[in-house]
Nanobody, 115 residues
Framework: QVRLVESGGGLVQAGGSLRLSCAAS????????MAWYRQAPGKQRELVAG???????NYADSVKGRFTISRDNGRNTAYLQMNNLKPEDTAAYYC?????????WGQGTQVTVSS
């Protein structure tokens, strides 16, 4: 059983910063993919940023230059540093990992950016 626990969401003014964390625990051999997705009300869930086991990141165009994804392999933890936040970044943010060809999702953490 694999468990993901996210933290770091909250309310912030436009231009502010937040750092999300996602800690994975349980039967994990190797995490091949760690990523952050988000879902705003009435919209589909979308990929925000992802990171391979080799450390290669990719970002949604809307967050490039503002968000940075990183991971601590020793702690099986992923981070999402979000700077210069905009109201359109408001959403529930979900962590996802792929290990042993199985997808696991966290419960989500809310990020609200006020204008």
């Amino acid at each position: 059983q694999v468990r993901l626990v996210e933290s770091g969401g909250g309310l912030v003014q436009a231009g502010g910063s937040l750092r999300l964390s996602c800690a994975a625990s349980g039967s994990i051999f190797r995490i091949n993919w760690m990523a952050w997705y988000r879902q705003a009300p009435g919209k589909q869930r979308e990929l925000v940023a992802g990171l391979t086991s080799g450390g290669y990141p990719n970002y949604a165009d809307s967050v490039k230059g503002r968000f940075t994804i990183s991971r601590d392999n020793g702690r099986n933890t992923a981070y999402l540093q979000m700077n210069n936040l905009k109201p359109e970044d408001t959403a529930a943010y979900y962590c996802k990992i792929i290990t042993a060809n199985v997808d696991y999702w966290g419960q989500g953490t809310q990020v609200t950016v006020s204008s």
